[in-house]
């Protein structure tokens, strides 16, 4: 009779334990000063752009922003931790000394790219500007390039 309860406390016992769940990765954050800000401009449309901003907490936001100022699109998601960790190891590392040739293209570009660091305009990519950063700074707006082309809502 003993044995028979004990085996019934221990299969009551088994049967109501459940499994440990798995650690779940703490949300992004999607809200702060941002790491990085790349603003697509159409000439003559400011402030409307496409903005892409990426977070400290490797949240990233993508909005359409209308000539009025006024937000038209507004998505936002999580990137990759180790990419971010990357990028911002490559942020620190960049001069931002822009070289400009002596001679270059006179077409007239219709966009430019705005890039912005901890709030600040650090490169501004035009076609045919002529204008080149140094290695650092252009291995960091490459690894920027990297992470937003991997964006998905």
């Known amino acids: 009779m003993k044995l028979a309860l004990a085996c019934l406390m221990l299969a009551t016992a088994t049967a109501s334990a459940t499994p440990a769940e798995p650690a779940k990765k703490p949300a992004c954050a999607s809200t702060g000063a ?3 800000e790349i603003k697509l401009v159409q000439l003559g449309s400011e402030p409307a752009g496409h903005v892409t901003k990426i977070f400290k907490g490797d949240g990233w936001r993508v909005q359409d922003i209308d000539k009025a100022g006024k937000v038209s ?16 190891a490559k942020l620190d590392k960049a001069k931002w000394k822009i070289t400009t040739a002596r001679n270059h293209c006179m077409a007239m ?3 430019s790219t705005e890039y912005r660091v901890k709030g600040k305009l650090v490169w501004t990519e035009r ?16 690894a920027v390039k990297a992470i937003v082309a991997k964006l998905t809502p």
């Open 34 to 36: 941002p790491v990085v």
């Open 109 to 111: 570009a219709t966009t």
């Open 127 to 142: 076609m045919c500007s002529g204008q080149t950063l140094d290695t650092d700074s252009a291995a960091a707006i490459d």
């Open 73 to 88: 699109d507004d998505k936002q998601g999580c990137a990759d931790s180790a990419d971010v960790k990357d990028l911002r």
